[in-house]
């Protein structure tokens, strides 16, 4: 019997956590059983799909109502019967409801060390901001937009004469790291609690 820990990951665009993530799934640790876009373009999505992945495409525009959205949402991730979620740019904001639904099994990963600079355009905000040290988050996933208890970071020392678009790459490599390691570490939680 496997003890992979079920994964269901939600993408919106690029998808480079989900590369990171899939690469790093293990029999042992977590497994990627499904895996739903919010955008039929999305670019992890072509990856999922050549990785013989699961795929769902669930694109908001198409529901008139948030909650009818929200309720197809829910429904499909529910028929991977998965132990967490994980957003992966996921660019949708969720309402409190469904949050709620999968308290503690929802994560998400930040482009920044939260609380510091929560929502869009961080890289750029920290450096304006002329912080020495920016990096990463994974969190859980609470009605406080980017605000839920902290699972992980990683961080980095900025460069001052660095671009926006420099400290995102960097960033961007310590979260191909970071989002792997605190899912398998819970996965391994999570085996013990079940022992
Ligand atoms: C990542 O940088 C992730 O941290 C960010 O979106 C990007 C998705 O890239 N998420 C957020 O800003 C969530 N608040 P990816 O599609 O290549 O994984």
Request: proline share 5%; hydrophobic share 45%.
């Amino acid at each position: 019997m496997t003890m992979a820990l079920r994964v269901v990951v939600l993408i919106s665009g690029r998808g480079s956590n989900l590369v990171a993530l899939h690469r790093s799934a293990r029999p042992q640790t977590y497994e990627i059983v499904g895996v739903i876009s919010s955008r039929a373009d999305a670019a992890g999505l072509a990856y999922a799909r050549t990785q013989g992945l699961t795929t769902q495409v669930i694109e908001a525009g198409r529901y008139a109502q948030r909650a009818a959205y929200e309720a197809v949402l829910a429904d499909t991730i529910d028929t991977y019967a998965p132990d967490m979620i994980a957003l992966a740019g996921f660019m949708r904001i969720l309402t409190d409801g469904f949050v709620e639904r999968y308290a503690g099994r929802l994560i998400n990963i930040h482009p920044s060390l939260l609380p510091a600079f929560p929502g869009l355009d961080t890289h750029r905000r920290a450096l304006e901001a002329g912080v020495s040290e920016h990096g990463a988050t994974v969190h859980y996933v609470t009605p406080i937009v980017d605000g839920g208890p902290i699972i992980d970071q990683m961080r980095l020392t900025v460069d001052p004469h660095e671009t926006a678009e420099q400290l995102a790459a960097r960033v961007l490599t310590l979260e191909h790291e970071l989002y792997p390691a605190a899912l398998t570490r819970l996965a391994e939680t999570h085996r013990r609690t079940r022992l």
